[in-house]
């Protein structure tokens, strides 16, 4: 009787398992929602497209105007029409883009509209040359990409700069990397500057188009960037972080007015740094400019501004193990 049951069970359990597999085996298959050929485009669309991959815009992007004012025809150069104008500050919307071959100043036209009401064409190269991207971040690049303003602000930084380091220096005030205060943040503060300068004029030579799609499409985000605009944007943050530890270290350090003074001389040297080198490298010389600014700035760190050691009696700081040179006591 045992054994006859156990036979059942055998059978049953095999018979369990067969049909298991075969609903394993002959699931059914979810071929999902039939929609269209993903890249069954009309030609509109793939112009677009291509036209968005080389110019980095298309239709429904937005600009601020920067030019005093635009002019906008009203139609296309092959027919009549009369002009109108934007001015600075406005913002325009892309409305159109149309080729004319028979132009042959830009074949590219552009409309672009105010609101219902004002609304135009204009060539594409003379459109860029009065706009930037209404977002806040490239703005912000047109302000220190203008080669006029960098180049009339440098002159003025070097100046007050260098006036500023002798009368501070007179005053044995505290001042990065000669007379500096005992800690590492002004210092690295500098470096990243020079080094992220560097690093901006050096994209602007070997990686333009990259940076012209940043510049049309900013992103604060460094993981969502190409490595090398990754990089330059997470050298941004650390400046912000380092900036305001440096701050912090200045303001704990030193008097109010000390503080102070050291801060302007830190901003002026900063400066400095970002004008020099975003210049220098574009003609390769900041490249070596930034070893030997590095050498110098980690050598007067190391060696002149900072102290490794205190004294067990008067607290005072000290740069070698010994009898101290202030109070006379010996620490070993």
Request: glycine share 4%.
């Amino acid at each position: 009787m045992y054994m006859q049951n156990k036979r059942e069970y055998c059978f049953w359990s095999q018979v369990v398992c067969a049909l298991w597999m075969s609903l394993l085996l002959t699931s059914c298959y979810n071929h999902g929602q039939q929609t269209p050929d993903a890249w069954d485009l009309t030609k509109q669309q793939i112009d677009s497209i291509s036209f968005s991959t080389t110019h980095h815009y298309s239709q429904n992007f937005n600009f601020v105007v920067n030019a005093s004012q635009l002019p906008l025809a009203d139609a296309l150069p092959d027919m009549a029409f009369d002009t109108l104008y934007v001015v600075r500050g406005e913002r325009i919307v892309v409305a159109d883009i149309e080729t004319v071959p028979t132009d042959t100043i830009d074949s590219v036209w552009v409309k672009v509209a105010r609101d219902q009401i004002t609304q135009g064409w204009i060539r594409e190269s003379e459109l860029l040359e009065g706009v930037s991207p209404d977002d806040p971040i490239s703005q912000f690049i047109d302000l220190f990409t203008n080669n006029h303003l960098l180049l009339f602000v440098g002159l003025c930084v070097v100046a007050a700069s260098l006036y500023a380091m002798r009368r501070l220096l007179r005053r044995n005030a505290y001042i990065v990397h000669f007379h500096d205060i005992d800690s590492p943040y002004p210092t690295l503060l500098c470096l990243l500057i020079a080094f992220s300068a560097t690093l901006y004029a050096s994209i602007q030579m070997f990686g333009a188009e990259s940076w012209r799609h940043f510049y049309y499409h900013p992103s604060l985000n460094p993981f969502a960037l190409p490595w090398y605009l990754g990089i330059f944007i997470a050298s941004v943050w650390t400046m912000i972080i380092v900036g305001i530890a440096a701050f912090d270290e200045a303001v704990r350090r030193l008097p109010t007015a000390d503080a102070f003074l050291y801060l302007i001389g830190l901003v002026a040297v900063c400066a400095v740094n970002y004008v020099v080198f975003s210049i220098t490298t574009l003609y390769y010389i900041g490249y070596l400019l930034l070893i030997a600014y590095t050498y110098f700035s980690l050598h007067m760190y190391f060696h002149v501004t900072h102290f490794p050691y205190y004294c067990g009696h008067c607290g005072k700081p000290l740069r070698h193990k010994g009898i101290c040179p202030h109070c006379d006591a010996m620490n070993d």
